[in-house]
């Protein structure tokens, strides 16, 4: 070095910046540490090993060394302001080596290719956990080769992984996780999540994205699912709970056979024109399904134990496969095609139901509403019923709204019983309803008395019958006996 800038008069050692001694044939750095201000270094394709005398550079930003026979670059911890190092093609084969630049807190780019240490089965998993907060890495590329580190053993990723998740949630244990395309690279395999007691996982992946060993996720006892890339299937049964798959072109349900035990279930704007599969969900609670193509709710019926329907705007025309639904409190048939509601007339337990935007023409099937007790809340605008039927539309309008009134009312009073108002009228019988119901019984009672007695009066006559053929009898051979004598 000291001849090279000997050679050259421009040089001037005490201020110089920047140094480039490329292809120079330099195989000794002596004196270069009397340049104390060099921030930038081009010392490639040379005949350099020691870099000891660099340590002296206390300034010293970036560095090429690059086709040099360096193997030791132990020295270079001292230049703590390095942020860019190349040390390709060199010498270098222990990791140990490889340590020292864990010291360097502001390097972000560092070149490693064609060096011996690389053919280590360590090097990925060794540089993944010391070296990964390294902005770019190249060791195979010229690109950055930084998520290629995630390839390596799987105790290494393990290990890696939780100590980027327990320092992103600040906390000892980590029960939900969500990768994005800035964390995603933390775990290409996700069997690396298995260290963790996972819960909650949501996966907000660039797409396509491969998921790799998910099934071992879903066997560590995984609850809670969300996805933006579609499934891998398994010819398995996991224990997930809840499962949100949503803005996908979904074509089918087939995933669904591996959930068995499903509750919850969010299969938004897929462009889904079929429910099958979703028979495999015998617990399913929760189902939303708005903004798709559904045409019908076939398969649903046998989700006896669902309680909340969203299907709003899809092209829906019957809605029969509800019927009988018991435990269901919210339904939501928005924006669809519907011609019907009577069959809901034995979902008793309904509380909010919206079904505006349909094609509901009579205005006598919102009779079913006066069995539902539980509903407080309805919205049924835009269909052609309401251009017919005022007084009807008016009193369910009425009724609905008084129970809302009574059930704001037992909220605010601690469950105190509230006397509701009368809502006038109602349009759907002459008579009310307890009324009807009472004449109903006693005309069954009537009837079933009037049989009773009916089926004794003609066994009466019966056995009345049959007294009067006899005595005729016994009278004819007295008749015959006093003839006989009078002869």
């Not at 910046?17 to 540490?33: Q, T, V």
């Not at 019927?323 to 019907?340: D, M, P, T």
Request: aromatic share 10%.
């Amino acid at each position: 070095v000291q001849e090279a800038l000997k050679k050259s008069k421009k040089f001037k050692p005490e201020t110089l910046p920047n140094l480039a001694l490329k292809a120079k044939n330099i195989n000794s750095l002596a004196g270069i540490g009397k340049i104390s201000q060099l921030q930038v270094i081009n010392l490639s394709h040379n005949k350099i090993t020691d870099v000891e005398p660099l340590s002296y550079l206390f300034h010293l930003k970036q560095l090429d060394l690059s086709f040099n026979y360096v193997e030791v670059i132990s020295p270079l911890y001292c230049c703590t302001n390095l942020t860019k190092l190349d040390l390709r093609h060199n010498r270098i084969r222990e990791l140990d080596q490889l340590k020292h630049l864990t010291t360097l807190p502001k390097l972000s780019h560092l070149s490693l290719n064609d060096n011996s240490v690389l053919l280590n089965d360590k090097f990925k998993g060794f540089a993944l956990n010391h070296l990964y907060n390294i902005s770019r890495i190249s060791f195979e590329t010229t690109q950055n080769d930084k998520n290629l580190l995630w390839q390596c053993d799987l105790e290494s990723g393990k290990q890696k992984a939780l100590y980027n998740f327990l320092v992103a949630k600040n906390q000892k244990t980590v029960q939900r996780i969500t990768l994005n395309k800035h964390s995603s690279q933390w775990c290409q395999n996700l069997q690396f999540l298995t260290i963790f007691e996972l819960q909650l996982l949501s996966l907000n992946l660039p797409t396509p994205t491969e998921l790799k060993n998910l099934d071992k996720v879903f066997e560590n006892g995984l609850l809670e699912l969300s996805a933006n890339v579609q499934l891998p299937h398994y010819p398995k049964h996991f224990v997930l709970q809840k499962l949100s798959l949503q803005n996908l072109p979904l074509s089918d349900l087939k995933v669904l056979e591996m959930f068995p035990q499903l509750e919850s279930l969010y299969l938004s704007n897929n462009g889904l024109s079929s429910l099958f599969g979703i028979e495999k969900c015998f617990r399913l609670k929760k189902l939303e399904c708005y903004d798709n193509k559904l045409s019908s709710l076939d398969g649903i019926q046998f989700c006896r134990k669902i309680e909340h329907i969203d299907v709003y705007s899809n092209e829906i025309t019957d809605i029969s496969h509800l019927a009988g639904f018991g435990l269901l409190e919210y339904l939501n048939i928005g924006c669809n095609k519907v011609r019907s509601i009577y069959c809901l007339k034995e979902c008793t337990q309904l509380s909010s139901f919206y079904f505006e935007q349909n094609k509901i023409f009579n205005a006598d099937e919102f009779e079913i509403f006066l069995g539902m007790k539980q509903l407080i809340q309805i919205s049924f605008e835009e269909n052609p019923v309401e251009n017919d039927n005022f007084e009807k539309i008016s009193f369910i309008n009425k009724l609905i709204e008084e129970r809302y009134r009574v059930f704001r009312a037992k909220q605010e009073n601690q469950n105190k019983f509230i006397k509701p108002n009368a809502c006038g009228k109602n349009p759907f019988e002459r008579q009310p309803q307890r009324a009807r119901k009472e004449k109903a019984s006693y005309a069954n009672k009537n009837l079933k008395f009037k049989t009773y007695w009916d089926s004794q009066w003609l066994q009466h006559n019966l056995k009345r019958a049959e007294h009067l053929k006899k005595s005729l009898s016994e009278l004819q051979i007295v008749q015959n006996i006093v003839i006989d004598q009078l002869q």
